[in-house]
């Protein structure tokens, strides 16, 4: 029986891709884990750190590596970059980091030409194109992570205002990872239940569009507000950059709100956005063409206008 060795390079060791890597390593899904940084001691000390556990996770090789470290890799995942500040928008990062990308990339497919490229580092959906354009790998191969943590914010806070499971919400959040992000409540469902329809009959007695502006609102801003606490988010996108190496690694064919390349989808084109994604080993396979409302298709071109806008700045 073939034995199946899952190699996933990780560019960046900070809180983001640290944290990535450690649940990774608790998920079993990975034998060889290479991390990469600009900073080679930070590298190895993670490196250190995370291995000192292996007696309690199941087997998997962890090791510090330059950018020859991502041959053969499955996966090279790219949390590299500057990271945001608090009062900064994600868009401010743009110039910067895809600099940082202009060097990042290339390094990476001077050794490897056949895995999947999951951009992380924000602003993400800019990035992923910026990779795409860089890489010229086909556009299967090269997502961004999308809204995938926007998505997964999205259903808590509706599960917790309806106090249901969070796996029984089905709702997505899709265009920028960012501020311009819109939620698709046309297509939100709970246990099969359109949410318009599932809202008043819970014999709740609340001001049904003002909690939904209110969740919307909570989920936007979420990043923020952290930021503005800790400093930093990665728990919670570290759980979902694990999510979405599990679709690809297994093969499951996944619907996942990740960033992909969109191109004549109610007149959105040559641009990469989030929208629900069949994710498999060849990383995307096709994006779902949802029927939105005439208001979302509205708010989903303002978003792809407003990345397009960033994009054209750019020297790429």
Request: hydrophobic share 40%.
């Amino acid at each position: 029986m073939e034995i199946l060795k899952p190699k996933i390079a990780i560019i960046g060791c900070g809180n983001v891709g640290s944290t990535f890597a450690y649940s990774l390593m608790i998920s079993g899904l990975a034998r060889e884990i290479v991390l990469i940084d600009a900073n080679p001691e930070k590298a190895k000390g993670e490196c250190m750190d995370l291995n000192h556990g292996a007696s309690f996770v199941h087997p998997v090789k962890i090791c510090a590596s330059g950018y020859e470290g991502s041959e053969g890799a499955d996966i090279v995942v790219i949390t590299a970059g500057a990271k945001q500040k608090p009062g900064q928008t994600r868009l401010d990062l743009a110039e910067t980091n895809a600099k940082i990308f202009k060097d990042i990339v290339p390094n990476v497919t001077k050794h490897t030409k056949d895995a999947i490229l999951l951009v992380v580092t924000n602003p993400m959906d800019i990035l992923t194109y910026v990779t795409l354009k860089i890489s010229g790998f086909p556009v299967g191969r090269v997502l961004g992570s999308g809204t995938v943590l926007d998505t997964s914010r999205f259903r808590y806070m509706i599960s917790e205002h309806c106090k249901v499971d969070p796996r029984n919400v089905h709702a997505y959040i899709i265009g920028e990872h960012g501020d311009s992000e819109l939620p698709v409540w046309s297509n939100a469902s709970i246990g099969g239940m359109l949410l318009n329809k599932y809202c008043p009959a819970c014999n709740k007695s609340c001001d049904y569009s003002k909690v939904l502006g209110g969740i919307f609102e909570e989920v936007k801003n979420a990043a923020y507000k952290i930021i503005e606490t800790k400093g930093a988010t990665y728990y919670a996108i570290g759980l979902a950059l694990t999510r979405i190496v599990e679709a690809i690694l297994r093969d499951e064919n996944s619907v996942l709100p990740v960033s992909t390349f969109i191109n004549d989808y109610y007149g959105i084109g040559d641009i990469c956005l989030s929208i629900p994604s069949i994710v498999n080993k060849g990383g995307v396979q096709k994006f779902l063409r949802l029927e939105l409302s005439d208001l979302e298709q509205r708010q989903l071109r303002e978003s792809a206008k407003t990345l397009k806008g960033i994009i054209s700045k750019l020297k790429i």
